[in-house]
């Protein structure tokens, strides 16, 4: 462990506006939903009614469960308690990710291992900032909430258990960074593990399977279930889950070489075989994107069977008259259903965006880039390899994520695919983002384009609840696409919306390369 705490030291300076920006928001978020949770539900009456047709929603439960009380207390940890922890745990990861495996791959880890850092110091390093990040994000937010009036034990409650949330999926990076020497397919299999993790909690409360809820760390967060009775003792199971995961990470770290995985690498072929910048991009990004790939399958043909039913099972004319009301007349439940599961798995599919769109900014910053430029390739011919697959690859994660839920939903796999793809140009705008500043601030392009994404994510959720309208609302570029599957996407104001996104996304990577062809190579910082 020498050297712990420099290397801890380190993480903060480089980290200096990530882990600040996410937790300040991150505190602040719960006492403004409270706060919005009274102002628009004044009597319990009428907070009892919009629990009531929120557990007769299938998407509501799928992406935030029971509502186990309805009081301003009970309502905010539902619609905080499995939103806050997969934002928290896709950053943790992210975090633990860049600061052990991208690390090694860089070639730094071995320098700094030629000093005095012990074998072990920079995955404590990582797991200690990340796992203190998500506690401080956790207990400072429940101020506010005993301010606005609700229990202090509910309210530390509530915070410990996302906060713990985002220690789970930390453990789950620590240990997918052992396992492969890209740093890339490590995040790929958090990410994805991850996913699968909030797809059991997603089943389980919508397709009524409670003990589902117990093996995700994003069912533990529920079922503490703060304002509602206080399980304090459901605490336990993250904690154990984030020891167990963190010793197997060391274990798994001793067994390994530096700058090794124990995933073995295949041999390459004995001479090059790559015909050009444009094939060694596909070289570099096709693992990245097959893992993807295959997890957002897997998920959408998840969805599509969870929501085969539905339609009968929730046929009663309460539903109906919601679908009717949020897709209009004679929408279906499932394609309400539908509708706000995929409007959140796009933004799932933008952060893989995000992932392919930083790809040559990573290699700029290993110094393979100036290696590779050194020789007679363009720098916009090399970017444009990249880029090509930033644009690409999140077309077929949409396209794979809506034909396996079409198939296995009502086989119908155009149809649902056809309603995935209208995400693809606010995808696009966000990984257009990404390109703009790998090309003008190469060195804050990783922290602030994911800082953009959450960003997003923060403005979605506070719109969705009313604390947030008009220019902040417009502010995401995924209130503009329209709604497919409700039929709400043959307008011409929704098709302008799509041409006006992509021209935006055009706009932003053309000027990113702009950038990029004026400046000199930047390493990292």
Request: proline share 4%; aromatic share 8%; glycine share 14%.
């Given at each position: 462990?020498?050297?712990?705490?420099?290397?801890?030291?380190?993480?903060?300076?480089?980290?200096?506006?990530?882990?600040?920006?996410?937790?300040?928001?991150?505190?602040?978020?719960?006492?403004?939903?409270?706060?919005?949770?009274?102002?628009?539900?004044?009597?319990?009456?009428?907070?009892?009614?919009?629990?009531?047709?929120?557990?007769?929603?299938?998407?509501?439960?799928?992406?935030r469960?029971?509502?186990?009380?309805?009081?301003?207390?009970?309502?905010?940890?539902?619609?905080?308690?499995?939103?806050?922890?997969?934002?928290?745990?896709?950053?943790?990861?992210?975090?633990?990710?860049?600061?052990?495996?991208?690390?090694?791959?860089?070639?730094?880890?071995?320098?700094?291992?030629?000093?005095?850092?012990?074998?072990?110091?920079?995955?404590?390093?990582?797991?200690?900032?990340?796992?203190?990040?998500?506690?401080?994000?956790?207990?400072?937010?429940?101020?506010?909430?005993?301010?606005?009036?609700?229990?202090?034990?509910s309210?530390?409650?509530?915070?410990?258990?996302?906060?713990?949330?985002?220690?789970?999926?930390?453990?789950?990076?620590?240990?997918a960074?052992q396992?492969?020497?890209?740093?890339?397919?490590?995040?790929?299999?958090?990410?994805?593990?991850?996913?699968?993790?909030?797809?059991?909690?997603?089943?389980?409360d919508?397709?009524?399977?409670?003990?589902?809820?117990?093996?995700?760390?994003?069912?533990?967060?529920?079922?503490?279930?703060?304002?509602a009775?206080?399980?304090?003792?459901?605490?336990?199971?993250?904690?154990?889950?984030?020891?167990?995961?963190?010793?197997?990470?060391?274990?798994?770290?001793?067994?390994?070489?530096?700058?090794?995985?124990?995933?073995?690498?295949?041999?390459?072929?004995?001479?090059?075989?790559?015909?050009?910048?444009?094939?060694?991009?596909?070289?570099?990004?096709?693992?990245?994107?097959?893992?993807?790939?295959?997890g957002?399958?897997?998920?959408?043909?998840?969805?599509?069977?969870?929501?085969g039913?539905?339609?009968?099972?929730?046929?009663?004319?309460?539903?109906?008259?919601?679908?009717?009301?949020?897709?209009?007349?004679?929408?279906?439940?499932?394609?309400?259903?539908?509708?706000?599961?995929t409007?959140?798995?796009?933004?799932?599919?933008?952060?893989?965006?995000?992932?392919?769109?930083?790809?040559?900014?990573?290699?700029?910053?290993?110094?393979?880039?100036?290696?590779?430029?050194?020789?007679?390739?363009?720098?916009?011919?090399?970017?444009?390899?990249?880029?090509?697959?930033?644009?690409?690859?999140?077309?077929?994660?949409?396209?794979?994520?809506?034909?396996?839920?079409?198939?296995?939903?009502?086989?119908?796999?155009?149809?649902?695919?056809?309603?995935?793809?209208a995400?693809?140009?606010?995808?696009?705008?966000?990984?257009?983002?990404?390109?703009?500043?790998?090309?003008?601030?190469?060195?804050?392009?990783?922290?602030?384009?994911?800082?953009?994404?959450?960003?997003?994510?923060?403005?979605?959720?506070?719109?969705?609840?009313?604390?947030?309208?008009?220019?902040?609302?417009?502010?995401?570029?995924?209130?503009?696409?329209?709604?497919?599957?409700?039929?709400t996407g043959?307008?011409?104001?929704?098709?302008?919306?799509?041409?006006?996104?992509?021209?935006?996304?055009?706009?932003?990577?053309?000027?990113?390369?702009?950038?990029?062809?004026?400046?000199?190579?930047?390493?990292?910082?």
């Amino acid at each position: 462990m020498t050297g712990t705490w420099t290397l801890i030291r380190l993480i903060l300076r480089r980290d200096r506006v990530l882990l600040p920006l996410w937790i300040v928001i991150g505190a602040v978020l719960p006492s403004s939903i409270a706060a919005g949770t009274a102002r628009l539900y004044t009597d319990q009456a009428g907070r009892e009614a919009f629990a009531a047709a929120s557990m007769s929603n299938p998407a509501q439960l799928a992406m935030r469960g029971v509502i186990y009380d309805p009081g301003v207390g009970g309502l905010t940890a539902w619609t905080l308690g499995s939103s806050t922890a997969l934002i928290g745990g896709l950053i943790s990861i992210l975090l633990v990710v860049r600061h052990t495996r991208a690390e090694e791959e860089s070639g730094r880890r071995e320098l700094l291992a030629s000093g005095v850092i012990g074998r072990h110091a920079p995955l404590t390093a990582a797991l200690a900032v990340v796992l203190a990040a998500n506690l401080l994000l956790g207990l400072l937010g429940v101020p506010g909430l005993v301010a606005g009036g609700l229990a202090a034990g509910s309210s530390l409650l509530f915070g410990l258990s996302t906060a713990v949330a985002g220690w789970a999926l930390a453990a789950v990076a620590a240990v997918a960074a052992q396992l492969t020497a890209g740093s890339g397919t490590a995040r790929g299999i958090a990410i994805a593990t991850g996913g699968a993790l909030f797809a059991v909690r997603s089943l389980a409360d919508a397709g009524g399977i409670a003990w589902l809820g117990w093996l995700s760390p994003f069912g533990w967060v529920r079922l503490t279930r703060p304002y509602a009775g206080d399980h304090w003792w459901v605490l336990a199971l993250p904690v154990a889950f984030t020891a167990a995961l963190s010793a197997a990470a060391y274990a798994l770290s001793a067994r390994r070489d530096l700058a090794g995985g124990l995933l073995p690498a295949r041999p390459g072929p004995a001479e090059g075989t790559l015909s050009g910048s444009f094939a060694l991009a596909g070289r570099l990004h096709r693992g990245s994107l097959a893992g993807f790939a295959i997890g957002f399958g897997a998920l959408g043909a998840v969805l599509g069977s969870a929501a085969g039913g539905l339609d009968a099972q929730l046929g009663g004319p309460a539903f109906r008259q919601l679908a009717e009301t949020i897709g209009g007349a004679g929408a279906r439940a499932s394609d309400v259903f539908f509708g706000f599961v995929t409007y959140v798995l796009s933004q799932l599919v933008a952060g893989a965006a995000l992932v392919s769109a930083l790809r040559a900014r990573a290699e700029e910053a290993a110094g393979r880039a100036e290696l590779l430029l050194s020789g007679p390739v363009g720098r916009l011919r090399w970017a444009l390899g990249h880029l090509f697959y930033a644009a690409a690859g999140p077309a077929l994660l949409l396209a794979v994520l809506g034909a396996m839920a079409g198939l296995t939903y009502d086989g119908d796999a155009l149809r649902v695919a056809g309603a995935t793809l209208a995400y693809l140009p606010a995808v696009w705008t966000v990984a257009g983002v990404a390109v703009l500043l790998s090309g003008a601030l190469p060195r804050l392009a990783a922290a602030v384009s994911w800082s953009v994404l959450g960003l997003i994510l923060v403005v979605d959720l506070v719109a969705e609840f009313k604390l947030a309208g008009g220019f902040i609302l417009e502010l995401s570029p995924f209130v503009h696409v329209p709604a497919l599957l409700l039929g709400t996407g043959a307008s011409a104001d929704a098709l302008s919306g799509l041409l006006g996104l992509t021209a935006l996304a055009v706009a932003l990577a053309a000027a990113g390369l702009a950038f990029l062809r004026r400046r000199d190579l930047a390493p990292s910082s």
